[in-house]
């Protein structure tokens, strides 16, 4: 099941520029919730909040309940705006989802089974082409990264999207075959001395 994570917020009193720079010099960030057919709620967090999660794999992928006051408001991650300078979160987009809520995100790629792959193992290179995926899902079924395995890729192989096994209940989000990766022939041998074919 998808991973929640509970913030505490505030609502913000003043808005615009002043507003927003006055929440950050109280270590807060201002953030605004939207969606649901319901009206957009101005709000701050904790910048040690964000920082903390931030800091951890899968950010982006998990379910936020945003507790103000008594009530709370389930949400995903739609946007972060960092400092040019200092890389700071600065501003945050959340979007209000319930169990029916069909959701696009970018999912992190994770790829496995590196010593399987006979071009890997004599010399070649995995090409990752893309990092990520963008899928279709409930946020219920939001999946913490997608897997690519590696096993049995030769040198020249590709791996299109199109043939990518995703988790049940995830669509990918968008037509097309781009390609995943490749693996980049090596110039070596292989252990028995024969290159590959």
Avoid at 53 to 71: Q, V, Y
Avoid at 144 to 153: A, K, N, P, S, V
């Amino acid at each position: 099941m998808t991973k929640t994570i509970e913030f505490s917020a505030e609502m913000r009193t003043r808005s615009g520029t002043s507003g927003a720079r006055a929440e950050r010099l109280n270590k807060r960030i201002p953030a605004i919730i939207y969606g649901l057919d319901k009206e957009n709620d101005n709000i701050s967090v904790a910048q040690n909040d964000v920082l903390r999660e931030l800091a951890k794999p899968g950010f982006r992928t998990h379910l936020f309940d945003l507790n103000i006051g008594s009530k709370s408001q389930r949400t995903v991650i739609k946007d972060i705006q960092f400092h040019p300078v200092t890389d700071m979160p600065i501003h945050i987009d959340f979007r209000r989802v319930d169990k029916t809520s069909k959701i696009d995100m970018l999912i992190p790629i994770k790829y496995i089974n590196h010593d399987k792959s006979s071009g890997i193992k004599r010399g070649g290179t995995l090409n990752t082409v893309t990092h990520k995926i963008n899928v279709s899902c409930t946020s219920e079924n939001i999946p913490e990264c997608i897997e690519i395995d590696l096993t049995g890729l030769k040198g020249g192989d590709r791996v299109a999207i199109s043939s990518v096994k995703l988790p049940e209940n995830v669509t990918l989000a968008y037509n097309g075959q781009p390609t995943v990766c490749t693996v980049i022939k090596g110039r070596g041998k292989g252990a028995a001395g024969e290159e590959e074919a």
